[in-house]
């Protein structure tokens, strides 16, 4: 399952809609709806996304973050890593080899320090420019 999945599919059921209703709602097969859901199939198009928050009825800052999941939701990633170090290439096909294999409590801990270094890098970025 993918995070834009699992959310629409956590608003979809606070809805108290059915798959099936849903996908006719918003113009899509109950079979792509739910392997959307599944993770099964790529992120939506931008226009089937803002039929989906539509439909949803979402705040703004729910729609904001359905917007950024399914940045962040596309099942079959590739990672570039050429111009790179070799330690950028190393950690890309490390994560491709096990990320099967990693418990949820480690997936959710890597995706923090992630997320940290992420940060730590684009305030870094902020400060160069201010120079």
């Known amino acids: 399952m993918t995070p834009f999945g699992e959310k629409v599919r956590a608003l979809r059921r606070q809805k108290g809609v059915t ?3 849903m ?3 918003i113009g899509v097969s109950s079979a792509y709806l739910s392997a959307l859901e599944h993770g099964r ?3 939506p198009t931008w226009q089937l996304l803002q039929r989906i928050i ?3 009825n979402v705040i703004w800052d729910e729609a904001e973050e359905l917007q950024r999941l399914a940045e962040l939701s596309h099942p079959k990633v590739s990672v570039g890593t050429a111009g790179l170090g070799p330690e950028a290439t190393a950690l ?3 994560l491709s080899e096990t ?3 990693l418990s ?4 959710v801990h890597l995706l923090a320090e992630l997320e940290a270094a992420s940060e730590r890098a684009q305030a870094a970025i902020k400060a160069r420019r201010r120079r």
Do not use: S
């Open 104 to 107: 949820r409590e480690d997936v």
């Open 19 to 21: 798959q099936r209703e």
């Open 92 to 94: 890309a096909n490390r």
């Open 99 to 101: 990320i099967a294999t």
């Open 23 to 25: 996908a006719a709602a």
């Open 54 to 56: 539509g439909y949803l």
């Open 41 to 43: 199939r790529g992120r």
